[in-house]
Structures are given as structure tokens and as C-alpha cells.
């Protein structure tokens, strides 16, 4: 019977995901706090476990967030502060949803719930360090946007409604799996066009994964003037902690539109955490001309062990965060269980996130205070002339109720190198060994890999390599995304820069719909030379930095059938085309989504109602007409991504 369950779940959902939204129209949802309303119906009675998760809650004081399993009947919450690898045990049988659980396999995803969510994107004006951005474009009228929260297992329908005057908009949920649902991935051009103002998407998916990442529009570089929300799938972790804190998301900041930063640079960049940062402190020369946020602050209690949730959604900035006398347990990257290791510091490209465990004892202090420090890593366009010493002390760790600045100092040995996490420290939990090529040409480009021990066995190696060579940029046309061409026969257009399992270039690359291995990591040398693979549990995660000069040799499993992009996450880079879009098993994607079906039609009413909005040039930035004179091509005035 259990399995017959959840065989009707599995269906259930891929039809929920195939079903257009019934929202058309907009009208203002407030949500405070923001909590998921939870599916209704037969399936919701209450006899499987209900428990607050580690760290479930909202914004608001005293409220809650709870995990919710009602059909799994006989099973409870095993998670404790000293053994947090358990999730829920059988109490019958003692089987596990655990650390060690295969989380890429549907047949091995807890049956949770169904969270319903909506936001609002509007514009507005920020004040995030002192000094007014009159460009943003935010979620439910905060920056960051609202915290959204599952539990493993989860089916997460979040409803997008674009209110913004003179901008399209999706929204992609950042490393979420999206297994066979490469429509909900929320790339305009790509998997849908955009959202147009006036109208709405409902946005449905499986939460297969646990940990923390972030949702953000993928309407070109949109998400840096705001368009950005921390997001927390809660699960198990590997190592023992009694208490959450709330995601941390860190990010630079500039005071004119991304649209315009890209052709120049952020004007007047500062450094904002949570939200909050503080104008003169990177830029002395600039007063503040609003009030400045407080810094953001965290409390402990001593002797307790708190996990942090770390996530960079920076335009261009790499940081290496730490916090002053405290050492990091680090215990996840990105989606990633990880055997944890300690370090003073740790490094976040764009777009990276990693579970961190912070004990409540300082290191040789008595202080009730302590910085808390994002540096800039030495890749980055910033001018750090301007620059006031300390910088970097962008938020406080108390320990009591003092409302005084830290006195502390910080690590003396924090490196600031642009350089991913030591390759040899992220192993995961979950091993995966991939096996000899099937081509037995290690050298070449383009092999099949074989991963033993698993169903489905397929893995595809990719190269990246550093800036320079040869590039064909990527520009997508906004009315036609290549969801709408799965059927295609033909030649690609080559302005889509479509790879049918081919390889791309560099920098922060993100892979959407797969963990990926990284098989090799090496700086300072060119591809091919000194190839040597780990195919034994190699690191594993969904951004990894391309090293100077160097290259990254990735593999995914090619078990999920659709375009999925590949793109640098810097914003500037992305927007000049350094992205492809991996065509991934085009006639098992075809099958999935054939012209008629409900997915097919979704999509083509959004592209429908943004057809009709693009197609009226007075509907353009600044609003007045003044652009009509340059025309359109139907496509994006950048790669559009």
C-alpha cells in the first residue's frame, strides 16, 4: 500500500506541474508574515508526523513553521540536537530518511506537503545602506524578499505576479532540481517568456533536495536591483547543532540599475547583508543621505552550537566571510551534505551557498561582541580606493544585550585569493564514483561517462575554460523560448547557442536542473594538459569557480530531459552572452511535453500576453514612446537571460 501511495503521489505531482495557473490579473496579497498556506484535501488528514523543524520559523517573533508528513503513517522526527543525519525513522521497521539517502531519486523523497505561496514583484525605492537606490524592483515590498521555506519532500506553487511599469520578469529557484519539470525553471527565452506586467506564472515544483539557497528573477540581470529572496528546504544535516538562525544573504550594492551597471559599473558600491550595509564604510568619501540601517545583527547563547545559513546574490562579488574568534564548521555547499571540516573563513562565489556550524565559545576573548566580516576576494571590478578601513565588518555577532560596536580584530591568516573552497575538502556524503569513459579517451570533450552502482547511469563531462578564445554569445528571442521548440528538426538558431550535450565556457558557472561532479579543478593551465579525473567521490555542487587561466572538468547525470542553461553568474558576463543552453535528451523532452498539452498551452499564454505588451513600443522604458524609434527584433537588448 505504501508503495501504491506513492506511486499516485508521484503522478499527482507531475500533473500539478503540467497544470496551467487559474490566476490571470493581478491584485495586491499582502502576506505578514509570510507563511505557506499547506494543500488541502483527502490526502491532508493528520496521521503522520508534524514537528517544527531546526530554525523553521518566520520573520515575525513567536511564529512558527512546521514540516508536515500526513501519509507517512507510523513515522517520526528523528533529528536531535546531537544527531541531526536522521530526518524520520520508521517506527516499525527503523528504515530512514537520512544524510545517506539518495536525494536525486523521486522513489527515495519523503511525501510531504503542498506550500502555497505568492509574491508580489513591484518597484520600489530602497534604502539599504544610507543612500537611495530610486531603481529597485523587490518581492512583497522587502528587500530581501520573504523567506521561503519547505521540508524534504515538499511540493512547493509559489504564484509570480509582475507588477513592475516598464519589465518582464520570471523567477528561477536557484539549484532546485526540477526533475522533469524543466518548464518551472523560470528562465524567459529559454524554458518561458516572460512574465509581462499585468500578468502572472504559477510556478510548481518538488523539494528532492534539503538546505538553503535563494529564488531571483532571470529577466537578464534584474535580480540586482532587488529581485532576490532567501529560500530553505529544511532537512538533515551532517553534523550536530541545537539551533538555526535565519538565512544570511550577502551581496554588493550599487545605486543605479543593474540594466546601466552593466554597460558601465555599480555607481557608489557598497557591501549590504541582509538587507542592510552602510554607504561610507566602503565609499568614505560618499555621507550618508538617509539614515543608515543598523547593522545586522545575530545573538548567541554560549555554549550552544548555531547553524548558519550562508548565500552570496551578488551582481559581481566574491566573499570570503568570516566572523572574528569564531571558527566554521562547514557541513554543506550549495545542495550538497558534506563531511564537515573547519576553517577561520570560507569563500562564496555568486550564486554559492554553504551550511555553516558556529560554536558559542570565543577563541582567546572575553568580548560580549564581535564582527562579523564579508571581504571581497581579489576578483571583483570594485575600486577599493575609496574604501574605509574595516570594510568588511558588515554585521555583529552579540553575546548580550550591549548595543555597542565590536572591539575584535579579525583572523590574521583569512585568505583572499579568488579561489573556491579547497577541492580536496568538499566530500560528499552521498558518494557518487563515476566511472572509466565510454570512450576510453580521457582527453576528449564531448565522452559519455558511466556511474556505478546506479539506475540511471548516464553522465556527460563538460569543459569550461577561462575568458578568451573563441565565444559564440548567447542571445535568446523573448517570444519564442526554446520550451516551444522542443519538436525542432532542424539546425539551432545559432544566436541560441543550443548544445546537444556539447561543451561551454567559464567563470561562476551555474548549472540548472543537476548537481554536477567536479571531476577537476586546476588553475594556471590550459585544457587539456595535466588532465587528471577523480572519479571517487569527487566534489559535487551547482556553481563552482573557473580558476585563473585554468579549467573545470564537470559531469552531470543526464537524467532529466530538457534545455537547461549554463551560464556564467556574474551579472555583467551573463548579460554578454557567456551562457549555452544544454539540450538535454530532446525526443524524451519532446514526449514529455507535446504541442496540446497543458504545460505547452501555459506557456504559450504567457508567451501570448507578453507578445502583446512587448509589441507596443510605448509600453518601453522611459513609457513615453521615445523608443519606438529604434524598433525591435523581438529579442532582448542583452543575451536576456
Known sequence: MYLIDRFWISITYVLSCLTPSPFKGIGRVEQAPFLASSGSGPLHHHNGPIFKPPGGRLRGPGSEFTCEYPQMVGWSFCSTPENRACWLRNDETGAEYNITTDYEDINQTPIGITRNYVIDLTDDEINADGLAFPEGKIYNKTYPGPWIQACWGD?????????????????????????????????????????APGDSFNYTWKAMQYGSSWYHSHYSVQYADGAVGPMTLHGPSSAPYDEAKLPIVMTDWGHNSAFEAVQTSLEFPSIVLNGRGNITRYNNS?????????????????????????????????????IDNHVLQIVGSDFVPIHPYFNKSVLIGIGQRYHVIVEADPINSTEENFWIRTWLANCFRFDQSQASPGYEQIGILRYGSSEAFPNTNPWEDVALSCSDETYTSLIPILPWTVGSPSNNQSSDVGQNFTVQGKSAPTFFPLAFFSLGGNHNPLRIDWENPTFLNLNNAGPWNPLWVV?????????????????????????????????????????????????????????????????????CHIANHVALGLAVQIMERQQSAAALWPPGSPAINAATDVCSNWSKWWGNCNNWWPGDGSTCQFGSDNASPDSGV
Not at 504564484?159 to 518548464?183: C, D, E, F, P
Open 499 to 567: 548544445f546537444p550535450e556539447n561543451y561551454t565556457s567559464t567563470d561562476w558557472i551555474h548549472l540548472h536542473g543537476h548537481d554536477f561532479a567536479i571531476l577537476q579543478q586546476i588553475e594556471g593551465v590550459k585544457f587539456p594538459d595535466q588532465l587528471n579525473l577523480k572519479l571517487d567521490n569527487p566534489p559535487r555542487r551547482d556553481v563552482v569557480l573557473l580558476p585563473t587561466n585554468g579549467y573545470v572538468v564537470i559531469a552531470f547525470k543526464t537524467d532529466n530531459p530538457g534545455t537547461w542553461l549554463v551560464h
Open 286 to 322: 560618499m555621507p550618508a543621505q538617509l539614515p543608515v540601517p543598523t547593522p545586522y545583527t545575530i545573538t548567541f547563547e554560549r555554549a550552544k552550537r548555531y547553524l548558519l545559513r550562508l548565500i552570496n546574490t551578488s551582481f559581481e562579488a566574491t566573499f570570503v566571510f568570516s
Open 155 to 195: 511540493t512547493v506553487t509559489i504564484i509570480v505576479k509582475n507588477h513592475l511599469a516598464y519589465n518582464g520578469t520570471t523567477v528561477h529557484w536557484h539549484g532546485i532540481r526540477q526533475w522533469l519539470s524543466m518548464n518551472m525553471d523560470g528562465v524567459n527565452g529559454i524554458t518561458q517568456c516572460p512574465i
